[in-house]
Every structure is written in C-alpha cells, then in structure tokens.
C-alpha cells in the first residue's frame, strides 16, 4: 500500500515537470571570483591613503615642474604616495638616552609643525631610521633637520644630505649633497673637520622636576590680646 503511494506521487511530479521546468529545483555552481567582484563593485573606494604603500596608484610626474637642481624634490615627487626610509645621523657620539631624546625632539617637531606622523628605529646610537608614510613629506623632515646643529647628515637613496652639525654645512647652499660635491671637485673628504670644530655638543637629559610644595593656607587668625583688670 505505502508503495503505492509513492509510485502515484513519483507520477504526478513528473506530470507537473513540464509545466514548471527542472530550472527550479536545479543546483547552481557559485563562482567565489564573480561573487568577490561582484561585492568590491557595491562597495565604497578606499581612500589612497589607506591603502598599503605597494597598492598605491603612482601619481605621473611633471618634469618641467620638477628643480632638477634639487635632489631632494626630485626623490619627493618620483616616489609621491609611497613610503620612504630616512637614514639620519647625529652629530658626536651621542648616548642612547641622548640618541633616544633628540630624535624624539625631531619627531615631535614634524607633529607640531607639519602634522606629519613618523616611525623612529633605532641603528646605532647615533644613527636611526625615520619612516615617512608619503615621500612627499620628506620635504618638511628635511627642512626640521636642517635647523638642528645636532644633526649630522641624513641619506635617502644613496644620496647623502648635510645638516648644520656637518663640517661641511653650507647654509647658502643647503641642497647640496656630498655627491654634488665630490662632482664639483668641492668635498673636502669624510674626516675633514674646520680650525676649532667641536665634535661632540654638550647635552642634558631632561628630567622631570617634581613641582615645589605650595604653602598651605591656614585660616588661623591671631587675635589681638586684651588685659584683664579684674584680677
């Protein structure tokens, strides 16, 4: 009985089929790649500056806008969006605490100053590695570092920059590079040093100085004394 059943349920479905057609109870392949491509097109742009360096869409360079006279510009707008490592160099020989403070204060001057995030790694103790997001700040870093005696020299790409806490500093001419300078026949050589160069500034660590105590008000009043003349 009960396989009557079902063989009179088996007919009637295939009665119905060419009325609805298989389409419906079929098994659809999904395609992950068309399904991925198809959610990155409803949703919304990243923003270039979120984007990991390497995924950033290379903007093209003007070269009649560009001062070929200026290495530094011409790294800032050949690498514009992409991230940039900066080898600087201290000037003396510096302590790590002294190393770790000063390049603090460099930091902290690209915040204030610019509003430009950098990272700080640490090489040796007078030598660290700030980390530009976009290469194109790397003019605000160089123009913080050239106003500090304590800076000795900063390289990017095997050019190497000078700082006033160079021998060979020269504020006129502050592009210059000791590889420009070797082509003019004008470097004097790597242990140069001028009649009078100190090497070696003098430096405080700063500490935090504990406030003075306030003194405490007291709401005590001396009270003018009376005579008794009843004794």
């Not at 950033?56 to 790294?75: F, G, Q």
Request: net charge negative; charged share 35%; hydrophobic share 40%.
């Amino acid at each position: 009985m009960r396989d009557g059943w079902i063989l009179a349920a088996v007919c009637f479905l295939s009665l119905l089929e060419p009325a609805f057609g298989d389409n419906r109870l079929d098994r659809k392949e999904i395609n992950a790649r068309e399904l991925d491509e198809a959610f990155k097109e409803g949703d919304e742009i990243e923003a270039d500056d979120e984007l990991p360096h390497f995924e950033r869409e290379k903007k093209p360079i003007d070269i009649s806008k560009l001062d070929m006279s200026d290495p530094l510009s011409v790294t800032a707008a050949s690498k514009a969006g992409q991230a940039i490592m900066v080898f600087v160099d201290i000037r003396g020989s510096p302590t790590e605490a002294e190393r770790d403070q000063i390049t603090l204060f460099w930091e902290a001057n690209m915040l204030n100053a610019h509003n430009i995030e950098v990272k700080r790694f640490m090489i040796k103790t007078d030598r660290v590695i700030f980390q530009l997001d976009r290469a194109e700040h790397i003019k605000e870093l160089a123009a913080v570092l050239r106003r500090e005696d304590r800076c000795f020299s900063f390289s990017i790409d095997n050019a190497l920059f000078l700082c006033p806490g160079h021998p060979q500093w020269d504020p006129k001419n502050p592009n210059a590079t000791k590889q420009s300078l070797e082509a003019q026949g004008k470097w004097k050589g790597d242990d140069w040093r001028p009649e009078g160069w100190i090497e070696r500034l003098e430096f405080s660590l700063k500490t935090p100085e504990e406030p003075a105590p306030s003194p405490k008000n007291s709401n005590f009043k001396w009270k003018k004394s009376v005579k008794r003349t009843d004794l």
